[in-house]
């Protein structure tokens, strides 16, 4: 290995005379194996209400590299979608999302969070997404624990079985769209109808929709109108400098009023100060997210800052 080689020998590996493409290549190979073993680590970054109480997280994944350590997406989401690899991390996000998800239905403090996953329009775009997605629904049954006890009940005395499963029914099926899907505007650079056909199918298995970096891309107001999304994430960009530059704040008030007429929620990303996260309370949005909150951390940090159960 070229790292631990001393200056002088081999240097085939070295980042510095290694070509892009053979570098790229190895990142490739590596990702592979790495969607396959434990090494893709999923993060959480809360979002908070104006009375600062948390109201649902992001998962972002991270690579845990056995030589070089702990790798931000965007050192290797770029290579997943150029090698189609995004695919199959993109669906193992998704059952991460969906196991905390089961955890976090099953007690009372935390019933109530949604998680969003960020879905690459590369993914997003392929043609069995909608079945892919039922099919991972389905193994990681959210909505069956309500037939589990149905079965188990028959033991036990009839009536109040019913009773018990009515019960079950009202508290432990996922709010409709806990589970979020965070799109780019570039995801919705199709034809609008298909995308629009995909998204309800989406939404009627229960997911929700979240558009993500909104006002960096090119949809349409016509696309918001007719597509299935719930929330729009103002994009950092804008969120940056709004207390000096009137631009990004009239577009953040533009993107505001926009979200309440269609009826979507929004949330401010890139949060970083008190000054940041009063202007846009008193610019009226009501979620936010970044690192005045807290910065995306393993699943027991997040946990311990926000002060929830330990799985
Ligand atoms: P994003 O979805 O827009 O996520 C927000 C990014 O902003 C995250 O970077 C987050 O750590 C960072 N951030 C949060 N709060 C602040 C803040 O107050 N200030 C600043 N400057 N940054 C903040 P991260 O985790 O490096 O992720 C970068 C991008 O990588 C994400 O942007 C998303 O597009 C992509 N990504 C992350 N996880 C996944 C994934 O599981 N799948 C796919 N396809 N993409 C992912
Ligand atoms: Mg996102
Ligand atoms: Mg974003
Ligand atoms: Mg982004």
New binding site residues.
Partial sequence: QAKSAGKNTFAFFDPQVQSGLLQRHRIEVELREAIQSEQLVP?Y?GQVDAEGRLVGA????RWQHPERGLL???EF?PI?EASGL?VE??YK?VRMAVQQLLHWAADERTRQLSLS????AK?FEQPDFVEQLAGILADQPLRSSALQLDINAKEVDQFFAMEKLADTLADQPLRPSSLKL?I?ESALARDLGEISARMKALRDLGLGFSL??FGTGYSSLAYLKRLPIGQV?I??GFV?DLMVDENDRGITETIIALAKTLNMDVVA????TEAHRDLLKQLGCPVF????FD??APFAEFARHYGLPIN
């Fill in positions: 993060f970054q992001e998962l972002l994944i931000a997406p965007g989401i997943a995004i991390l993109g996000v996953v960020n879905i690459s993914h965070e780019t993500d970096d994430k994009d950092q940056r990303e890139g949060v970083e997210q970044g690192y005045l910065r995306p």
